[in-house]
């Protein structure tokens, strides 16, 4: 690897015919990625997500708020989970998996030091219920970040559909998830607000198993359109839509908080939409 122009250059010659090129430097919008070889393949969609994760400053944030005490692995809190965050979005659905990052010079092209599975263990470990709270100030604070580069609503009106899912667990020692879902697995049953449109997930909040599927709805709607203002959503009409199963006085509690929150100018939403729990 050797630098060039401000910038680094990798290059790796297989054995066979075929070259590697890539460029990186510290600034991602610099990387320029080529592939000369039919037989390579790359999670190259991740400089996407790198590049706007690095100009949304997203590893500062979990550094700045997120204070895992004296715990084993409460150091480097901010390269961890940019590692966890790439691993997943290349498809990983476990810690080992987070190793395919550690192949050739990807780290130089993430923006942060990519840490191995091991250690990432150590540090999921590390964290307690609690701890939730504090990856909830890091969201809010990078919604409010996207928002303010364009990725927001602005003065439009906001319609936000709040359904629960199933998240699978297995093992016995994953606090919160190990009592049994309604769906007879054992796993959490988070909420999810998703903006209407765009898909975007705005907020979550975890939960055991057990929990009603309406349960803490009210209180999580009132949250995420405070949330969704604070980020910059400044438009008068703001509704919101909850799953089918969120049926009884839950629904229309949450409804009423929505109005008060909005002065009497949130739209009571529309009828609910089915959306099927996974």
Request: a negative charge; proline letters at 3%.
């Given at each position: 690897m050797t630098r060039e122009n401000?910038?680094?250059?990798?290059?790796?010659?297989?054995?066979?015919?075929?070259?590697?090129?890539?460029?990186?430097s510290h600034s991602?919008?610099?990387?320029?990625?080529?592939?000369?070889?039919?037989?390579?393949?790359?999670?190259?969609?991740?400089?996407?997500?790198?590049?706007?994760?690095?100009h949304l400053g997203l590893r500062a944030l979990f550094d700045d708020h997120v204070d895992l005490g004296d715990?084993?692995?409460?150091?480097?809190?901010?390269?961890?989970?940019?590692?966890?965050?790439?691993?997943?979005?290349?498809?990983?659905?476990?810690?080992?998996?987070?190793?395919?990052?550690?192949?050739?010079?990807?780290?130089?092209?993430?923006?942060?030091?990519?840490?191995?599975p091991s250690t990432l263990g150590t540090f999921l470990r590390s964290f307690t219920w609690g701890h939730a709270r504090q990856l909830d100030k890091v969201s809010a604070l990078l919604l409010g970040r996207a928002?303010?580069?364009?990725?927001?609503?602005?003065?439009?009106?906001?319609?936000?559909?709040?359904?629960?899912?199933?998240?699978?667990?297995?093992?016995?020692?994953?606090?919160?998830?190990?009592?049994?879902?309604?769906n007879h697995v054992r796993g959490y049953h988070p909420l999810f607000a998703v903006m209407a449109g765009t898909g975007d997930v705005v907020h979550c909040r975890p939960r055991g198993g057990n929990a009603?599927?309406?349960r803490g709805a009210a209180g999580f709607l009132t949250e995420t359109f405070n949330r969704v203002r604070a980020a910059g959503a400044n438009g008068h009409n703001a509704a919101?839509?909850?799953?089918?199963?969120?049926?009884?006085?839950?629904?229309?509690?949450s409804q009423r908080r929505c109005a008060v929150l909005d002065h009497?100018?949130?739209?009571?939403?529309?009828?609910?939409?089915h959306r099927q729990d996974r």
């Open positions: 401000g910038g680094y250059e990798a290059s790796h010659r297989p054995e066979s015919e075929g070259t590697f090129l890539m460029r990186s991602l919008d610099a990387v320029a990625v080529t592939f000369d070889d039919e037989r390579l393949v790359a999670d190259a969609g991740l400089i996407l997500p790198a590049t706007l994760a690095q715990a084993v692995g409460h150091a480097n809190v901010g390269h961890k989970a940019m590692t966890l965050i790439h691993s997943a979005l290349a498809g990983g659905d476990s810690i080992d998996d987070a190793d395919a990052l550690r192949a050739g010079s990807t780290q130089a092209v993430l923006g942060h030091a990519v840490l191995a928002f303010a580069a364009g990725a927001g609503p602005g003065g439009d009106p906001v319609t936000i559909d709040v359904d629960s899912s199933i998240c699978e667990t297995y093992g016995l020692k994953k606090q919160g998830g190990t009592k049994f879902t309604y009603h599927s309406g919101g839509r909850l799953g089918v199963l969120f049926g009884g006085g839950g629904h229309r509690l009497g100018e949130a739209a009571q939403g529309p009828a609910r939409r």
